[in-house]
């Protein structure tokens, strides 16, 4: 039996705020990323935006995580901790993950930058990650069963011999930042429930692809190491990762990204599908 969360267009119509308020943060953290800036700093001018729209920082004491954002620098998949001692250098990649809850709907997506000078098959990581979640969307559509975002995932990246990690999912989102279902970035097998279950109006979720460079213990699949702060997730032989994450609803009319990346395309010089 699913549990999916049925929203209707006011509550679509606030999602679509909260989104707003993410891409505007997201924009801003982007306009400070450069070589030597601290990891605390960008995750400050992330919760000066956030709080400046009214919304609140909802990673923030999260099942006790510490911070408003979560700050992945190369080897670290998600869920990486702004420390003190953490400073960006020239060549890294950051993936900025931002979550903001405005009048009690969530906002939710990521995106992973450049600092500085980037090694060439890291570039194409970013730039391949990010086509997989585009690839993701256009699959998304109403009668498609989430098993398929996930195939398309695993399927579009391991032609590059790259993994996706078995731990961590797309999700519903909207008044809880987790909801129903899990959308892995693998296909699940045949039986599961998420295989049956399809996309149809009214739901709201999150398409997010984790990809490293290079095979996992399970060929596309890997498992994370985690540091001892049981948060920080690591790719288990050092490559760098890439996460890129959209939002989208689902009206009458068809599936829509209310997400956005065309506000950081214009601080980071690129063109934005979405
Ligand atoms: N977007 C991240 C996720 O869906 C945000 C997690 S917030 C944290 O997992 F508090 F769990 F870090
Ligand atoms: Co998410």
């Not at 549990?3 to 679509?12: L, R």
């Not at 398409?207 to 596309?220: A, H, S």
């Not at 288990?236 to 959209?246: C, I, Y």
Request: charged letters at 25%.
């Amino acid at each position: 039996m699913s549990k999916v969360v049925i929203y209707n267009e006011e509550d679509f119509a606030k999602l679509r705020e909260s989104a707003n308020v993410v891409a505007i943060t997201l924009a801003e953290v982007a306009k400070v990323i450069k070589p030597g800036v601290p990891l605390t700093y960008l995750d400050q001018v992330g919760e000066q935006c956030i709080r400046d729209h009214h919304a609140i920082p909802a990673c923030k004491g999260y099942m006790g995580y510490p911070a408003a954002l979560c700050l992945s620098v190369n080897d670290v998949v998600v869920h990486g901790i702004p420390y003190p001692n953490l400073y960006l250098r020239d060549g890294d990649v950051i993936s900025v993950d931002v979550v903001a809850l405005l009048n009690g709907y969530h906002g939710d997506f990521c995106y992973t930058f450049e600092v500085g000078e980037v090694a060439e098959e890291t570039r194409l990581l970013l730039k391949r990650t990010k086509e997989s979640l585009y690839k993701a969307i256009e699959v998304a559509k109403i009668g498609t069963t989430f098993s398929e975002i996930g195939k398309t995932i695993e399927e579009y990246v391991s032609q590059f011999h790259y993994s996706v990690p078995q731990e961590f999912t797309g999700h519903g989102v909207g008044r809880h930042m987790h909801e129903e279902p899990s959308i892995p970035n693998y296909a699940v097998r045949k039986f599961d429930s998420i295989s049956r279950l399809r996309i149809a109006p009214g739901m709201s979720f999150c398409v997010e692809p984790m990809v490293k460079i290079g095979q996992g213990q399970n060929k596309t699949r890997f498992k994370s190491k985690f540091d001892d702060d049981e948060w920080t997730a690591r790719t288990p032989d050092g490559q760098p990762a890439a996460h890129f994450e959209h939002q989208l609803v689902v009206t009458e009319k068809g599936t829509e990204v209310i997400s956005s990346y065309k506000l950081l395309g214009e601080v980071i010089g690129t063109e934005e599908l979405y």
